[in-house]
């Protein structure tokens, strides 16, 4: 037999609240933001002045640009964390791990420990 669902009236409304704020602020933001007219590249390559730009070398690039080696390094920091932090998951444990020896078990014969085959 089943019951009917309920309905929960102890709800913290906080968290939503904040969701609805955030979004009227960014909404707010950019709705009001003001762009300058779009500029196209000169002559010269593109490819070299990005990388002039890229490695705060913007003096020898064939134009204008500005400079963004910190945001270089951020990203290369942040993936570099995101990496260790998947090989750390990602580590076999011991068998003195979270499953104990039961994980040894499942590793060697398929995951098919216990059950018994009446083949």
């Known amino acids: 037999m089943t019951s009917r669902p309920r309905l929960k009236t102890d709800v913290n409304y906080l968290p939503g609240l904040a969701a609805v704020a955030l ?14 007219q779009p500029v196209g590249f000169g002559e010269g390559s593109i490819t070299r002045g990005i990388g002039f730009a890229m490695f705060d070398m913007v003096e020898l ?12 390094i951020i990203i290369a920091v942040v993936l570099d964390a995101a990496l260790d932090g998947t090989i750390m998951l990602a580590k076999r444990e011991g068998s003195d791990g979270p499953l104990g020896g039961a994980r040894d078990a499942l590793l060697t014969d398929g995951g098919h420990a216990g059950t018994e085959d009446d083949d």
């Open 23 to 36: 979004f009227a602020v960014l909404a707010f933001v950019f709705l009001t933001a003001q762009f300058g």
């Open 61 to 72: 690039s064939e134009f204008d640009s500005e400079p963004f080696l910190v945001s270089f």
